[in-house]
């Protein structure tokens, strides 16, 4: 079935540097793909998303890149904070059925 | 304006029972879908509602069913409890089909099954 990959399942970054989380999916008509952060006991929250029909998106410290041709997009974090320490999910909407397909989560730590 | 509610927050059940888990979406929002949330794992689409009609359905056994209300407001249920189904049950909501529209989750239930 369909299915994504992501990598890497933790990451750990001192304060202030970048953090790049990597996603890649199989479904070639797949054309929108949101990011989700997740803190402990709380529901997903929607960060940035990308559909495609561009190639890059950014809002402030976050930004999303896409490769349509390699089926695969990666989350950028620029000056990463402690707040930011989460779980981060990637996600792929099928071309069929209305079925969102989630990566298996980064849990990245932002060290103080 | 409040975002997608879901009741009840969390269920102790024993195997062989059946649970009804609820959602309310956004004002204004047609669509809900309902995931499962295994610990440490990402959430697992099960169905996905848009004005009252199934639109899609995930990998999940006949035991797993839905459906949503004229207000839009949706039930989960799930018949015949395994062990294995605990999880959090998150319900997420969108004014159109997640394929037009951003969607939201609500904060889900955590059911827990022994």
């Known amino acids: 079935g369909e299915n994504v990959e992501q990598h890497p399942s933790t990451l750990s970054v001192q304060e202030g540097d970048s953090a790049v989380i990597k996603c890649t999916y199989s479904?070639?008509?797949?054309?929108?793909f949101p990011w989700y952060k997740q803190e402990l006991g709380k529901r997903p929250q929607l960060i940035i998303d990308?559909?495609?029909?561009?190639g890059e998106k950014k809002d402030q410290r976050i930004a999303v890149t896409l490769n349509k041709t390699a089926k695969h997009f990666s989350l950028h974090i620029t000056e990463t904070q402690p707040e930011d320490s989460a779980v981060y999910f990637c996600?792929?909407?099928?071309?069929?059925?209305?079925?969102?397909?989630f990566g298996p989560g980064t849990r990245l730590s932002v060290l103080p | 304006d409040a975002g997608v509610t879901q009741s009840p927050t969390h269920l102790i059940k024993t195997r062989g029972q059946h649970v009804t888990l609820r959602c309310s979406p956004i004002?204004?929002?047609?669509?809900v879908s309902w995931y499962q949330q295994v610990l440490g794992q990402g959430p697992q689409f099960i169905f996905q509602?848009?004005?009252?009609?199934?639109?899609g359905r995930g990998n999940f056994p006949d035991r797993f069913s839905a459906r949503q209300f004229p207000n839009y407001s949706s039930e989960l249920n799930v018949n015949a409890l395994l062990l294995g189904d605990s999880a959090l049950y998150l319900c997420?909501?969108?004014?159109?089909?997640?394929?037009?529209?951003?969607?939201?989750f609500g904060p889900g239930t955590r059911l827990l099954v022994l």
């Open positions: 997420a909501s969108s004014f159109k089909p997640p394929a037009e529209e951003t969607q939201y």
């Open positions: 479904d070639s008509a797949s054309n929108y």
């Open positions: 990308i559909r495609s029909n561009v």
């Open positions: 996600a792929a909407l099928l071309s069929y059925g209305q079925n969102f397909v």
């Open positions: 004002s204004g929002h047609k669509s």
């Open positions: 509602y848009y004005e009252k009609e199934e639109r």
